[in-house]
């Protein structure tokens, strides 16, 4: 041995690490003395593959596996691994290699390193048992995006082990499809030293989704190049939720400012109506499902928005669903929303009405026009407080107080069919009739005192006087389209009226009434009489019965409860039918009393 050379080799044997040398196939060649005090094995027992009976065997396959991976590149590489002190301990090294290559590139022998890590992995292992008791997601990932470490928060909330966390792909089938291209986007930021911020969902243990917010701080070298990532995971689901609750409540508020109420005050103080808001006062403090029954343009929303009003969820969203308004093939979405993609032309996941009145009360206006899978669907909510989005699969669950409205016959539904009865019971819990306007005529001058106030206003008027021959007109005619048609007749009228005294064209009122009736005949007997015949005939075809598929109020196409309504205000004997038909007897025509004042919500 050259003088050069025991030189060399004394400098190799003193440096602080153990120092080796191998040749293209991994067989050893050459171990300094550090590296042999450290093992305990002679150059002898080193040379060729002697050198693996150092390693610890969980580690040694690991080491090889390396090993091989990098014989192709020729790149220098880095492991870590247990190796066998002399006296039978196992201590960590971080072990590197470098090639060393001859005049034509070729690779001739590997020069390599071990150095004691024992300290920095237990400092490691005290600092990771130390965030696994956090309670915040934590991952550490490499510059390239892949990932090294989950603590224990990260793998409870996923359900894993740490071994299937970091198998290649597991990210993508955790992350919702939606949010994929913007988390995988943060492997390209990977060289990029700034530390950043995302937010996504992530699918738990229990199959569900939540958001949250990822930040991204980079681990940088002396000279700034990125060693690691560090990423925290921190839910912001019920955060998410309050956000995109206020954004739908918003959307529904802005719907409701722009929509023409039909009009803004119950007014009235007829016995009927007190009756109806004394039943809205007992039930709005509770949670009951209730069922509004009334003709078209009774206000039955309006009914509906006093109870919210005067309810525990007053603070929150006042939904409104006009079923009839609504194509039968979108109603199931427009009440449970969807997912992207559920059918053509969903481009985006969208909520529907039940998520939209969280907390709040959705009213269903015109529920018997629900088509029948709708119905089942809008009874597992009523029964189960849970639903899922059109096109989904994740149950949702809800709490939303349900008010319903029709101005149909749900019992003859029923019967035949159009209805389901299991639905019927669960939305009339507390059923309220709204009481048609010509059964409370002692609320005519006051609704007309107080439209006219309202339209003279917008249009700048004053109108102090109304004329006794429109206000007896007015009282007298029957309003098939109830309190609605009443406001605009008044509303038309205002706009007409060129003086302080308001009236009304009586043509828009009778229109609809038979010409060959003598004109002497007062208008409301003339109804009267007409209406009161018709009831007779169907009492005599049906021998006295009023509900039923085979009713009375069946054929006329009305509400048992209307229909009895209007036997004791026309003062038909429906017994005498029971016994055998009769013809009709001679009309009699009723009469009403009426006081003044106000009742206001």
């Not at 828009?508 to 409301?524: G, I």
Request: glycine share 6%.
């Amino acid at each position: 041995m050259s003088p050069s050379e025991t030189q060399l080799r004394m400098m190799i044997d003193t440096i602080p690490a153990l120092a080796w040398s191998c040749l293209p196939d991994g067989a050893n060649e050459f171990t300094n003395k550090r590296w042999r005090d450290y093992t305990g094995l002679s150059q002898a027992e080193a040379l060729g593959l002697g050198w693996q009976r150092t390693f610890h065997p969980d580690d040694l396959e690991k080491v090889m596996e390396n090993w091989r991976a990098v014989q192709p590149s020729g790149e220098p590489s880095g492991a870590e691994a247990r190796m066998r002190r002399f006296d039978g301990e196992y201590r960590w090294f971080l072990i590197r290699a470098e090639p060393v290559r001859d005049q034509h590139g070729n690779i001739v022998r590997w020069f390599g390193t071990s150095t004691d890590i024992e300290e920095l992995k237990r400092a490691e292992k005290e600092l990771r048992d130390l965030v696994d008791y956090v309670p915040q997601l934590i991952v550490i990932r490499e510059p390239d995006g892949s990932s090294i470490y989950a603590n224990r928060a990260t793998l409870d909330y996923l359900g894993c082990t740490f071994e299937e966390f970091l198998e290649p792909g597991f990210d993508q089938t955790v992350i919702h499809p939606d949010d994929w291209d913007k988390v995988a986007s943060t492997r390209e930021r990977g060289s990029q030293p700034e530390q950043f911020e995302i937010e996504a969902r992530m699918k738990g243990k229990d199959g569900l989704y939540r958001w949250f917010l990822y930040r991204f701080n980079p681990l940088r070298d002396c000279d700034g190049r990125v060693l690691r990532w560090f990423v925290t995971g921190t839910e912001i689901e019920a955060l998410k939720q309050a956000e995109e609750r206020a954004q739908n409540e918003n959307l529904a508020l802005r719907e409701e400012v722009d929509k023409i109420s039909m009009f803004e005050e119950i007014v009235g103080t007829s016995s009927t109506l007190r009756a109806v808001l004394n039943r809205v006062a007992k039930v709005a403090p509770t949670e009951s499902t209730i069922l509004i029954a009334g003709e078209t343009g009774t206000g039955k929303e309006l009914i509906a928005r006093a109870i919210h009003k005067r309810s525990p969820r007053s603070s929150r969203a006042f939904v409104s669903v006009n079923c009839a308004a609504i194509p039968q093939s979108l109603i199931a979405s427009e009440l449970f929303g969807h997912e992207k993609g559920a059918f053509t032309g969903a481009s985006q996941r969208r909520l529907g009405r039940f998520e939209t009145a969280a907390g709040g009360t959705l009213f269903l206006d015109e529920v018997g026009e629900l088509p029948s899978e709708t119905q089942i669907a809008l009874l597992r909510v009523l029964q189960e407080r849970q639903f899922e989005r059109v096109g989904g699969n994740q149950p949702i669950r809800t709490d939303v107080r349900v008010i319903s409205a029709t101005n149909r016959d749900l019992k003859a539904a029923i019967a035949s069919g159009a209805f389901r009865s299991d639905l019927f019971y669960r939305l009339s819990v507390f059923p309220i009739d709204i009481p048609p306007l010509r059964e409370r005529k002692d609320d005519i001058p006051m609704l007309v005192e107080y439209f006219i106030d309202r339209y003279a206003t917008e249009a700048g008027k004053k109108i102090r006087y109304v004329s006794k021959k429109s206000m007896e007109l007015l009282q007298s005619y029957p309003w098939p389209g109830n309190v609605r048609e009443l406001q605009n007749v008044i509303e038309r009228s205002v706009i007409l009226c060129e003086t302080e005294t308001f009236s009304v064209d009586e043509s828009w009122l009778s229109h609809d009434t038979d010409q060959t009736v003598p004109a002497n005949q007062p208008l409301v007997q003339m109804l009267a009489t007409q209406e009161k015949a018709l009831i007779e005939t169907a009492l005599a075809e049906t021998r006295g019965q009023v509900s039923g598929p085979t009713g009375a109020a069946a054929k006329l196409s009305m509400r048992p409860s209307t229909l009895e309504s209007k036997i004791r205000t026309l003062k038909i004997n429906k017994h005498r039918f029971k016994a055998a038909s009769e013809g009709p007897p001679e009309s009699s025509q009723s009469t009403r009393g009426g006081r003044r004042g106000n009742f206001r919500i």
